[in-house]
Structure formats: structure tokens, C-alpha cells
């Protein structure tokens, strides 16, 4: 902020971790307020990355431009990726297929479109690029799971 001349005196923020908390405040002299404050976490993972189908969801996937490796089956490795317990993968897998499918239900709803795998800004790995439905491509995982 230095470069342009401007002065944050406070940083408000939801969650802190530890040393994002100390390299911010050493950075930028600012005070910061949290709501939330851990020393150290497991994991810090972002909700989309659970939304097969949302823009930047999952890891990209190395030699491939713009498709996503969602974390959850069939696609990722809950339990490795998301600290899921393995007992749990299948079941979390599932609710997340079924909030993803309602996701995109209402996304059709609201604009009057049909939402195809070619519509998609990134695709889950193992879908095509073509015009099937991409809610149709979802419910096939969720039956199979």
C-alpha cells in the first residue's frame, strides 16, 4: 500500500491463522480485528472447492485448460485433500453432489437457461466438453455413488 500511498490503519477479517496474522500485521502496520483467530489449521480449503462445476472449484488439473478436480468422489480424494474421515467420504460425497445439483437447478430457474458441460468456466475432470446437460451429468454420479 506503500507504493500508491495509502494508509489501511485496520483489517477486519472473519478468520485469522496464525502466521497469515503475523505476516499481515508485519506487512502493513495495521491493526487487525477477527472474529475467528486459530494458531495453526489443517487445512484451509474454500466452499466452491466442494461445488463441482463453480469457477475455480477443486485443484486444476495439471495439462488440461480449466477443468477442476472437485474435492469429493468421484472426482478427488476427500480424505487426503479435506481431512474427510475415510468412513465419511461416501456420504459427504453424496451431500455435496445433491447441494450441487440444487445449486445448478436454481441457477436454471433463475435464468431461464438450460446449463450445459460447454457452458461450464471450468469442468470437472472426466466430463466432456459438450452439450449435455451438466444437472443430467451430476445425478448419473450421484446414482453410481
Known amino acids: 500500500m506503500e507504493a500508491i500511498k495509502v494508509r489501511v490503519p485496520i483489517v477486519v477479517a472473519g478468520v485469522t ?7 499481515l500485521k508485519k506487512e502493513t502496520k495495521a ?4 472474529v475467528i483467530y486459530y494458531d495453526e489449521v489443517i487445512d484451509e480449503i474454500c466452499e466452491r472447492d466442494f461445488y463441482p462445476g ?3 472449484s477443486g485443484r486444476t488439473v495439471k495439462g488440461q485448460l480449466n477443468v477442476g478436480a472437485p474435492y469429493l468422489l468421484p472426482f478427488g ?8 474421515p475415510k468412513e465419511w467420504e461416501k456420504e459427504f460425497s453424496r451431500f455435496c453432489l445433491q447441494q450441487t445439483i440444487k445449486l445448478w437447478e436454481e441457477i436454471e430457474e433463475i435464468s431461464g437457461k438450460v446449463v ?4 461450464l468456466d471450468r469442468l470437472p475432470v ?3 466438453w459438450d452439450k ?3 444437472v443430467e451429468n451430476l445425478r448419473h454420479l450421484l446414482f453410481h455413488l
Open 17 to 23: 491463522i496464525g502466521e497469515g496474522a503475523k505476516r
Open 31 to 34: 491493526e487487525l480485528w477477527t
Open 54 to 56: 463453480v469457477p475455480l
Open 77 to 84: 480424494k476427500p480424505t487426503h485433500w479435506a481431512s474427510i
Open 116 to 119: 450445459r458441460n460447454c457452458d
Open 126 to 128: 472426466g466430463f466432456n
Open 132 to 134: 449435455t446437460r451438466f
